[in-house]
């Protein structure tokens, strides 16, 4: 029930929801309130943003479907990225995400060339001492 207008309101739950829509369906709900999301695992590593290290969320993400939403596009099923806990990258289509993944993919592999000039660096070190 649309608490606003009083109407009632239907929605096909999208496949595989994980939310609880006990709420949406006993009470009056504000339309924007109600969305249904797949979630992801969660992986957390050690973050310092504030000089104490921190386990915090990254790279999660959820699938969304905001039946209401004022945006057309968020009405449509989108991944929202959480790059470091709290930080959004939200409403991504397809391409949106596939860009996403490439930019990552692309950091993975400098990632991984550090990791080899380090293994240099520690063996030219470990062998000058």
Do not use: K
């Not at 009632?8 to 939310?19: I, K, Y």
């Not at 709900?29 to 310092?48: E, G, K």
């Not at 790059?83 to 289509?93: K, T």
């Amino acid at each position: 029930m649309d608490r606003r207008s009083g109407r009632r309101l239907e929605v096909t739950c999208m496949h595989g929801c994980d939310a609880d829509h006990s709420l949406d369906a006993s009470m009056p709900s504000d339309p924007s309130d109600i969305w249904c999301q797949v979630d992801s695992t969660v992986v957390c590593l050690p973050i310092n943003s504030n000089g104490t290290p921190e386990n915090m969320r990254v790279l999660s993400a959820t699938l969304n479907m905001l039946p209401f939403a004022e945006s057309i596009a968020l009405r449509a099923p989108h991944v929202s990225v959480e790059v470091v806990q709290d930080e959004w990258i939200e409403g991504l289509d397809p391409d949106g995400l596939a860009t996403v993944i490439g930019t990552l993919r692309e950091r993975l592999e400098h990632l991984e060339s550090m990791q080899g000039r380090l293994e240099v660096a520690r063996a030219e070190w470990r062998a000058s001492r």
